[in-house]
């Protein structure tokens, strides 16, 4: 009897579950089974059925709000249609991966929601599903699982009569490998081949629109309900741009954006973000294709290889295209290697000593030298091809490149405030690595370079570049203030608001104190009842929010026994919020919880209360 086939599909934002899923077929194969991996919308909905995938896993992470990753929302939207077949998977047996990050309300919407509906479907699972914290740290519980898992797994895809036979000796699981193991993470399979255009003027007309940019349909694209996708985004010109930070504050440069939207049928709400499709640098672009040996006008297509049936393969290359193009829209190569890359750079190193540096970073050995080397020392891809000398081909290389994905921006103005324009606040990233060289971050320094002539006062009309702008929703703090102050504006005669606290962090009042106008402008006019800035470094001791926070816990506690408080919470995931949770725990944990030390287990199940009514949103970022 024929081994049923291992089918791994993923939906990954930023490049985890992508690389867990390849682990996991790469750990498959290993055993003997046969193991394709794929994303999910790749794959597509259609595809799935109990005789082409008698054995799944499924790995997936979630965006925004609980939202499904950009390669998996399609298959997520589709999975989640009512009226489906109710035994459309019968037979078919899963198990589900979830990664997560539980500072976010929605934790691990996307793969619970997964699972939930293929067990509607009629499949059953072979192995415990995990939801896997960022909080706890993703490693170690995804290996505790992946070593329970994949003995099960072997066990599922035995054909049914050997089954029998061999249950015996597969009874006990494959003992987990040794935390010290220095096996190397397998070779991800390439999944596809390149093919060199020759034909001149086939080759001339995709450059000529590669260099003409968005057509004059794309950039008029108008989606009746205001819904745009990174696929169909809305092209909204940038109207204005200045800086939020003045030179005093050094290497914090925090940048102002207007982007002109009337007419795109959006409505905006406050906590809303903005999805930008960014380019990588063209210095890091002509330096990559020149290590790899490579002509940046070079135009090539892809086809899948013999014996890969996936219906959209690597759909964000949009094929054919140049080399240029490629690096520059549509794999992200700025972001630190994953495991499966360096093993594939490993593979085509010229020196033995270099080969066996990488394999060692990707074995569990090797774990510390890959967070101190890679995590910590951010090299880039050409970083690591320079130190290394290796000169991987195209094929497997864009295969095992993440996609260019958008970046969310909290929109940092309210539709009610100013109509036709939406506006965001980003720092910039740029900083020298370890290694030496400059690390710049793809969107924000796209955005700097966009804005330019803006920042310089060169600026002709109000036609701009045209950055995409699909509609995300998650929370943002001025958007909610800029709204409240209308919405206070329009209110019945009679009404009356309750009171709004703003406690806000920055460093320096005289260097990155952002809005400052705005703001006080709104505890003026009683938008706001009380604004209290932490400035970090204004004096000795650093000062931030959450010291402000317990400095009034008696106040707050007061405020938030109403049964309507809410209480939003937006800017930096690993600390600020952690800092404020643990804070907002105390004071609703009751007064003295702060003197005493007590501990505030019931101020953390109040907040999760709040949570689960919608009172306590976070819109945070690490
Ligand atoms: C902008 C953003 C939004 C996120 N939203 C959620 C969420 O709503 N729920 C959740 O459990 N995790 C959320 N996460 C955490 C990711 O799911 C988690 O970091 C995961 O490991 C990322 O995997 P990926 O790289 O495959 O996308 C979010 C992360 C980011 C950066």
Redesign the pocket.
């Known amino acids: 009897m024929r081994q049923p086939p291992v089918t791994v599909l993923y939906g990954?934002?930023?490049?985890?579950?992508?690389e867990i899923a390849q682990n996991i077929g790469g750990r498959a194969r290993e055993l003997g089974l046969v193991a394709k991996v794929a994303a999910l919308d790749e794959f597509g909905l259609d595809a799935l059925t109990p005789a082409t995938v008698p054995v799944l896993v499924l790995v997936s992470?979630?965006?925004?709000?609980?939202d499904p990753?950009d390669n998996a929302a399609r298959f997520y939207g589709q999975i989640k249609k009512r009226g489906q077949q109710p035994d459309r998977l019968k037979g078919m047996t899963f198990t589900v991966l979830g990664?997560?990050?539980?500072n976010?309300t929605?934790?691990?919407?996307v793969p619970r929601a997964l699972r939930s509906q293929v067990l509607a479907l009629g499949a059953g699972e072979f192995h415990p599903g995990k939801d896997a914290d960022?909080v706890d740290g993703?490693e170690d519980v995804v290996e505790a699982w992946l070593d329970q898992m994949l003995p099960a797994l072997k066990r599922a895809c035995l054909p049914t009569v050997a089954a029998e036979a061999a249950s015996e000796g597969l009874k006990e699981p494959v003992p987990p490998e040794h935390a010290a193991s220095t096996k190397p993470v397998p070779l991800p399979e390439c999944r596809i081949e390149v093919e060199w255009l020759t034909d001149r003027s086939a080759t001339q007309a995709v450059l000529d629109k590669e260099a003409a940019g968005a057509t004059a349909e794309e950039v008029g694209h108008r989606d009746p309900e205001g819904l745009y996708s990174p696929e169909q985004p809305f092209h909204a010109p940038l109207i204005a741009a200045r800086w939020l930070t003045t030179s005093a504050a050094g290497d914090r440069r925090v940048l102002h954006c207007e982007l002109g939207v009337e007419g795109s049928g959006a409505r905006t709400h406050p906590g809303d973000s903005l999805g930008v499709k960014p380019a990588n640098p063209p210095a890091l672009v002509s330096a990559l294709a020149a290590r790899l040996g490579l002509e940046a006008s070079a135009v090539f297509d892809v086809r899948p290889r013999p014996g890969v049936a996936t219906q959209h393969l690597l759909p964000h290359l949009h094929t054919p295209c140049s080399i240029g193009h490629a690096l520059t829209e549509s794999v992200d190569i700025a972001a630190p290697p994953r495991k499966s890359l360096l093993r594939l750079l490993a593979e085509h190193c010229a020196g033995e000593e270099a080969r066996q540096t990488l394999l060692r970073w990707t074995s569990r050995a090797g774990r510390d030298e890959y967070a101190k080397e890679v995590l910590e020392g951010r090299p880039s891809l050409l970083d690591l091809l320079t130190r290394f000398d290796s000169r991987p081909p195209l094929a497997p290389l864009l295969d095992a490149l993440p996609a260019l994905v958008p970046r969310?921006y909290s929109i940092a103005n309210a539709a009610v405030a100013q109509p036709g324009k939406v506006a965001m606040a980003l720092s910039i990233v740029r900083f020298t690595k370890a290694c030496g060289t400059e690390h710049e971050g793809v969107a924000t320094t796209w955005l700097e370079r966009t804005a330019a002539p803006l920042l310089q006062g060169s600026w002709k009309g109000t036609e701009g570049p045209t950055p995409a702008v699909p509609r995300i929703p998650i929370y943002f703090r001025s958007g909610f203030l800029q709204d409240r102050r209308h919405r206070l504006a329009a209110a019945a005669p009679g009404f009356e608001a309750g009171p709004s606290w703003l406690f806000f962090g920055c460093r320096h009042p005289d260097q990155d104190y952002l809005y400052k106008q705005e703001l006080e402008e709104f505890e003026a006019d009683g938008t706001l009842s009380r604004l209290s800035v932490a400035f970090s470094r204004q004096q000795a001791r650093k000062v931030y929010v959450q010291h402000l926070v317990e400095r009034h816990a008696h106040e707050l506690a007061a405020l938030l026994a109403h049964p309507a408080a809410s209480i939003f919470v937006c800017g930096d995931g690993a600390s600020m919020a952690t800092g404020v949770n643990e804070a907002l725990a105390r004071v609703l944990t009751g007064p003295g919880a702060f003197a005493s030390g007590a501990d505030w287990k019931a101020g953390a199940a109040a907040l999760a209360a709040m949570a689960r009514e919608g009172r306590y949103v976070r819109d945070i970022?690490s």
Do not use: I, K, V
């Not at 992470?61 to 609980?66: F, K, L, V």
């Open positions: 990954s934002q930023t490049g985890t579950a992508q992470s979630s965006t925004g709000d609980g990753p990664l997560g990050d539980s976010y929605q934790f691990c919407r960022e993703l969310l970022w």
